[in-house]
């Protein structure tokens, strides 16, 4: 992924909120809201929004929640600009900010994520994964990426593309699905030679901070399982400080 985001960044760590003030501008309002990561006091920072920006928030978010409405305050045309109405919209907002992040389904939303954190996330991520997913493939000529797939699973930043191979390589005509990781150094290629099994590889940015030398035992590990429930990946790439780890499976 792109440097600005941490290869130590924890996407398990809930975050919490408070909104503690408010400004007045022109037209509107905005409101600073502190955001901690997990249970260190240290780990927080301020962001400022508008009504506005809650609204498109929850434009994206009641949708994927079916099951009850969001508390967004209702929006008010007239008086939006007194000390007693501005205070009650910040404590409504506050107790909406609350309701979303309790909700597991919610709390991992990129767009969340975007909201509460601009610094460490991006709307663009699935593009930057995208293109780091393509230069790692790039001096392996027998996969191709065919498209990017729906999300799997509930990890952020973790992103799932449809692979497949040139003939010549053991695989023609596979499909697989492949997966962006951590830091790393080299790339390594595994012992399968089916040619009609379908196969997966997904890519995931952040997580914890590994060294390359780890990083590249847990690459041997995983091209040597060995268990009748489990397959080993097919191939697993490790590139420069700071990019992701490739499996493709």
């Known amino acids: 992924m ?3 985001h941490d290869a130590t960044l924890d996407d398990t760590q809930p975050l919490h ?12 309002v905005e409101y600073r809201i502190r955001v901690q990561r997990g249970d260190n006091p ?3 920072w301020d962001v400022l929004h508008r009504f506005s920006d809650f609204d498109h928030l929850n434009s994206i978010l009641q949708p994927r929640c079916q099951s009850f409405e969001l508390p967004l305050p209702p929006k008010r045309v007239f008086s939006k600009m007194s000390a007693d109405f501005v205070n009650r919209r910040r404590e409504g907002l506050e107790r909406y900010l609350e309701v979303v992040l309790k909700q597991p389904m919610l709390a991992i939303q990129l767009e969340l994520k975007v909201f509460l954190d601009p610094h460490n996330y991006s709307l663009d991520m699935p593009t930057v994964a995208l293109r780091d997913a393509s230069m790692l493939l790039r001096s392996e000529p027998d996969w191709d990426i065919h498209k990017p797939l729906r999300d799997i699973g509930w990890r952020l930043r973790k992103y799932y593309f449809l692979l497949t191979t040139d003939s010549g390589s053991g695989f023609e005509g596979k499909h697989c699905v492949g997966e962006l990781v951590g830091p790393g150094c080299d790339a390594t290629r595994g012992s399968s030679s089916s040619s009609s099994r379908r196969s997966s590889s997904s890519a995931a940015g952040g997580g914890p901070n590994a060294s390359p030398k780890l990083l590249s035992a847990v690459r041997d590990v995983l091209l040597n399982v060995r268990h009748p429930y489990l397959v080993a990946p097919e191939f697993v790439a490790l590139t420069a400080r700071k990019r992701p780890l490739l499996i493709i499976r």
């Open 2 to 4: 792109e440097d600005s």
């Open 17 to 28: 909120c408070s909104i503690t003030g408010s400004q007045k501008l022109d037209d509107h």
């Open 42 to 44: 240290e780990n927080a």
